[in-house]
T-cell receptor, first 117, second 111 residues
Framework: GAVVSQHPSRVICKSGTSVKIECRSL??????MFWYRQFPKQSLMLMAT?????????EQGVEKDKFLINHASLTLSTLTVTSAHPEDSSFYIC?????????????FGEGSRLTVL | AQRVTQPEKLLSVFKGAPVELKCNYS??????LFWYVQYSRQRLQLLLR??SRESIKGFTADLNKGETSFHLKKPFAQEEDSAMYYC?????????????FGKGTLLTVNP
């Protein structure tokens, strides 16, 4: 159990377009989901914390108007990269925390590789 | 601010040798610490957490509050242990909970 699925796993888009990435918890409810960005051979950088039914909390330096996060249900959070530019090309990873669990055990998605041409 | 430091970017050992992946943290309170692992072409997954005091796949990690460390150890490394290992510090509660990751250590176990 505790599977998190991201879609799409790979996406290529033109500069200036918007891209939406979905993060779903398949067999559990997740009040809180997290979005990370991972650069090649580097660690995960937390971008924002997504809470169901409320606004996301963004980390310092992350543009909230650029990276729109919506967590409309207990099993789905979406990250929309608006007006994408080549520098937004990266590996985006989501993780989910099972509702009711007050620990740091997170379940990770497989990641989504975004390439902006 | 809280910080997690993994001083070694790369660590290479031979099969059967002991391995220790270092992790130090900076936090004045009672931390919640984890080791996550990412095998090649797989997603990140939890390896172990300090509150469980368990041994997973032969790995153990002891929280040393005096040295603010949470080093990951295994007495006899196996080739299948080759992976990226991340130390993580959990802070906050409820919707404010946040997990901060170290930069990771790439472990290679040679035959």
């Amino acid at each position: 159990g505790a599977v998190v699925s991201q879609h799409p796993s790979r996406v290529i888009c033109k500069s200036g377009t918007s891209v939406k990435i979905e993060c779903r918890s398949l067999d559990f409810q997740a009040t809180t989901m997290f979005w990370y960005r991972q650069f090649p051979k580097q660690s995960l950088m937390l971008m924002a914390t997504s809470n169901e039914g409320s606004k996301a909390t963004y980390e310092q330096g992350v543009e909230k108007d650029k990276f729109l996060i919506n967590h409309a249900s207990l099993t789905l959070s979406t990250l929309t990269v608006t007006s994408a530019h080549p520098e937004d090309s990266s590996f985006y990873i989501c993780s989910a925390r099972r509702t009711g669990l007050n620990t740091g055990e997170l379940f990770f998605g497989e990641g989504s590789r975004l390439t902006v041409l | 601010a809280q910080r997690v430091t993994q001083p070694e970017k790369l660590l290479s050992v031979f099969k059967g040798a002991p391995v220790e992946l270092k992790c130090n943290y900076s936090y004045s309170g009672s931390p919640e610490l984890f080791w996550y692992v990412q095998y090649s072409r797989q997603r990140l997954q939890l390896l172990l957490r300090h509150i469980s005091r368990e041994s997973i796949k032969g790995f153990t990690a002891d929280l040393n509050k005096g040295e603010t460390s949470f080093h990951l150890k295994k007495p006899f490394a196996q080739e299948e242990d080759s992976a990226m290992y991340y130390c993580a510090l959990g802070l906050g509660g409820g919707s404010n909970y946040k997990l901060t990751f170290g930069k990771g250590t790439l472990l290679t176990v040679n035959p």
